[in-house]
């Protein structure tokens, strides 16, 4: 809710309207404020100290503080100081009955810090109020909420209050020059003319969306840099604190422990690191290490212990999930795919480091590899990928025996339409672990890449699967009216009907969720149940 609007179904209680040369005695830092407070400087300089920032306060200038701030005013000595403030309370109307009506305090206010406007017209409201405060509270409180809500409506009207979704740009803005410029000297002063806000009013807005102050979130992002470091390369902590911007090696170790809560060495030797995944096949990957993530993202039908998360699957979603959730469960290391590892340095690189693994130019065993390695689980992988190796060589050397040069085609038919895949996904246990033969389209796709990277599927229409012809056919459905589709394309549509597969009862319609997750366990899973459909089916040709 924003400008005028903001006003509507609100009434307001004023506290205290007064003009004095003294500072007034909820200035001194030492308890919040406890109501909106609006304070014009008429005359004189006057320093404050907000949320550990300094700035000096224009003489002529209006300010607007939340309940809750911790503000800290002085005066110059050196000259005469006239000072002008009300303090007053919000409330609005949340429903209303035929006997009673309730209202809810407001605790915010779109406009905040600074008022950058002519102020001049606001003076009559404002000297109303003040000057006839006593007044207007003793006799007529009807009169003082009209003068109150004519001062804000002027102020919401000539102040021209920034949007909220631009704001929230602007602070994207200096986060993202914080990303690229961590390695140098920043400023909060800098950081405030990129958002083009009062530095103050900058700090405040910064803390209130991020929960730290500027600083702090470049200390813990500069901090994290390092972590990301030590985590993937052999550099020395010297080298590593020069890279993240600390000249002195020393300086940045008692920066580190401050904001982790150990030492670089400590760090570096760590074997037990609280991870939180970002991606469900990544969550596979660390229980195949026997890794038990304090947060993760899971596919339906993933058994999980841990605090699941609603996250972005790619990098169009949105990323909803608040940062709290993730300072809740104090992540060493956070793991993703490179799809969504933009969002995540925008929302949460301050909180702990991010590594992202690249998905598409990387198979299922290079993702297993690297993520042991940066958890220093390799023997674990070794041992998977040997139990793996082994049961696939059983499988593959008793379907050589009773399919002979069989051919398999594997596909989607799904809301979004039909797919044909390769091997990879759900194409990975019949062409890469049982080495059935794909349809001679899909081999030379395959061809053309290495194993298990650059080809993972192609749309076609429902009639064009004629040109995939196999033995057999396994299609993956997500809900019933996706199976409702395929049974009428084997019924009705010629492509269908002239695939062998088809003719010969040889297709089989498998669970999209139990197959879409290219990953150790999943696959495991998926290897299981292809050799459980393809002998059966050889039963009953036989019978």
Not at 101 to 108: I, K, Q
Not at 173 to 187: A, C, D, G, K, V
Request: hydrophobic share 40%; net charge neutral; charged share 25%.
């Amino acid at each position: 809710m924003g400008g005028e609007q903001f006003l509507n179904d609100a009434i307001f209680e004023l506290f205290e309207a007064r003009i004095d040369n003294e500072l007034p005695e909820w200035s001194d830092e030492s308890r919040p404020l406890a109501h909106h407070t609006l304070l014009f400087i008429a005359k004189g300089q006057v320093g404050m100290r907000l949320d550990g920032l300094e700035a000096e306060l224009e003489r002529h200038s209006m300010h607007l503080f939340l309940p809750g701030t911790r503000l800290k005013l002085q005066k110059s000595h050196s000259t005469q100081s006239e000072l002008h403030w009300l303090t007053f309370d919000i409330f609005r109307s949340m429903n209303q009955g035929d006997t009673e009506r309730v209202f809810r305090r407001e605790t915010d206010f779109p406009i905040q810090g600074q008022i950058r406007s002519s102020i001049s017209q606001f003076k009559r409201y404002f000297y109303l109020l003040v000057t006839e405060g006593k007044r207007v509270q003793s006799h007529s409180r009807f009169m003082g909420q009209q003068f109150l809500y004519d001062l804000l409506r002027g102020i919401l009207q000539q102040a021209a209050p920034v949007a909220m979704n631009d704001i929230e740009d602007r602070l994207k803005q200096t986060i993202h020059y914080m990303h690229s410029h961590y390695r140098e000297e920043i400023r909060v002063d800098k950081l405030a003319e990129i958002a083009e806000l009062h530095p103050t009013y900058y700090s405040q807005l910064f803390k209130r969306r991020l929960g730290k102050t500027p600083v702090s979130f470049l200390t813990h992002l500069r901090v994290n840099k390092a972590k990301e470091m030590m985590l993937q390369t052999d550099k020395t902590i010297r080298d590593i604190a020069s890279d993240v911007g600390y000249g002195d090696e020393f300086y940045f170790s008692r920066r580190f422990k401050e904001t982790s809560g150990y030492s670089p060495t400590l760090f570096m030797q760590k074997k037990d690191l609280r991870i939180v995944s970002l991606s469900y096949p990544y969550t596979d990957h660390l229980l195949t290490l026997g890794i038990q993530p304090c947060a993760a993202q899971f596919q339906g039908i993933q058994p999980h212990a841990s605090q699941a998360m609603v996250l972005p699957r790619h990098r169009s979603e949105l990323w909803e999930i608040s940062r709290e959730a993730f300072m809740n469960v104090k992540p060493d290391l956070i793991l993703c795919k490179d799809n969504v590892y933009q969002k995540a340095l925008e929302n949460i690189n301050d909180i702990a480091p991010i590594v992202s693994i690249p998905w598409n130019t990387k198979d299922i065993y290079s993702h297993l590899f690297e993520i042991a390695e940066l958890v220093h689980r390799t023997e674990e992988a070794n041992k998977w990928l040997e139990r793996y190796e082994e049961k696939s060589e059983q499988l593959r050397l008793q379907f050589q025996r009773e399919l002979g040069g069989a051919t398999v085609a594997v596909c989607s038919a799904r809301a979004m339409g039909l797919r044909m895949y390769g091997a990879r996904n759900i194409g990975h246990v019949f062409y890469r672990s049982l080495k059935l033969k794909p349809p001679v389209r899909i081999q030379e796709q395959l061809n053309l890449y290495p194993a298990g990277m650059g080809f993972n599927w192609t749309a076609i229409d429902p009639h064009e699967i004629e040109h995939y012809e196999a033995d057999y056919l396994f299609v993956a459905v997500e809900t019933s009216d996706d199976r409702k589709r395929v049974r009428q394309w084997m019924r009705s549509d010629p492509g269908w009907m002239k695939h062998s597969a088809v003719r010969s009862g040889n297709v089989f319609l498998v669970d999209w969720e139990q197959w879409i997750v290219y990953a150790p366990q999943m696959v495991e899973r998926q290897l299981e149940q292809a050799a459980c459909l393809l002998a059966g089916a050889e039963m009953m040709s036989r019978s």
